[in-house]
């Protein structure tokens, strides 16, 4: 891929490579403004790179014959024209994708949209609904590819619930699901495969299992002050954690090292327990706190 986009002097992406495999569920997480959705829609043929190319399928987007038919995309659900009916929306959608006038019915049933609602206007659901009726239009053409930003916003537990259980059938079946969210919580109960972005550039991919085993090092000290004073002159990237510790993106000993040069006194010093995705997230980015489901 090597995407790379810019916006007058400021690179918004830059050199961004990764890829999906069929029957994997892949999360793409970073802090707000790092270039997920930039990437989103350059990956669907909405936004021109500045260099570099994606394919799906093998092929770019505007090179699909029926794009609708290989790759389903829910990048804003408020694009939605709110003037028309939640069945009009996929009625339209299905004529354009040329799939039969059975399909509305079955996709409205299959995202948990209630009959009453089905004649609503758009602009009179909720966003939760919307959501729904937008996962629903992406699914029309029955596709290979999901690519979905932010799918769970707006839904309620039991929502949450139902779209991860959709996802995981989707991807069991071979389908191949790019998405992104800031729930980090949820990304971690749902996804295989993770993508980190941050400024612009991927700073991690691989399986999630893989990422999160031994995420750096967990550290304390009587200055903490010192401690990340001695981290940042090292050039060593740290968060800090709910609890005062440190999460750092070094081993244990470059850690240590680091507090004897400097004169800090630690009170802890161990790897980090796997399985925290939010502390591998700040030691990756750096980035500002994402919100983490309940």
């Known amino acids: 891929m090597s995407l790379t986009k810019r916006f007058g002097s400021a690179t918004a992406v830059a050199d961004v490579s990764f890829r999906c495999e069929p029957g994997t569920l892949t999360g793409f997480v970073g802090p707000n403004g790092a270039g997920k959705s930039t990437t989103l829609r350059m990956i669907c043929g909405l936004a ?4 570099g190319t994606s394919q799906i399928d093998g092929v770019p987007f505007a090179e699909l014959r029926n794009p609708m038919r290989t790759v389903g995309a829910l990048l804003e659900a408020t694009a939605l024209h709110p003037g028309r009916s939640g069945l009009a929306t996929l009625k339209r959608a299905c004529s354009l994708a040329d799939m039969p006038d059975e399909r509305p019915e079955e996709l409205l049933r299959l995202v948990g949209l209630e009959p009453a609602a089905w004649t609503r206007r758009v602009g009179d659901y909720s966003l939760g609904m919307r959501q729904r009726l937008g996962i629903a239009q992406a699914l029309v053409g029955d596709p290979r590819i999901l690519i979905l930003d932010e799918p769970a ?3 309620d537990p039991e929502g949450i619930r ?5 996802l995981r059938d989707f991807a069991d079946r071979g389908g191949t699901v790019l998405l992104s969210s800031h729930l980090l919580a949820e990304v971690q109960a749902t996804v295989d495969r993770l993508v980190v972005i941050g400024g612009g550039r991927i700073v991690a991919s691989g399986g999630l299992d893989e990422l999160l085993q031994g995420s750096g090092t967990l550290v304390r000290a009587h200055d903490m002050p010192a401690l990340e004073g001695a981290l940042r002159t090292a050039g060593t990237g740290f968060a800090r954690r709910e609890d ?4 750092v993106d070094a081993g244990a000993e470059d850690v240590g090292l680091i507090a004897l040069r400097a004169g800090v006194a630690l009170t802890e010093l161990r790897e980090a327990d796997g399985g925290d995705l939010e502390d591998l997230f700040f030691t990756l980015t750096g980035g500002e706190p994402l919100k983490v489901a309940a």
Do not use: E, I, Y
């Open 162 to 166: 139902w779209m991860r259980s959709l």
């Open 48 to 51: 021109r790179p500045d260099s």
């Open 244 to 247: 005062g510790a440190l999460s």
């Open 153 to 155: 916003n707006g839904l």
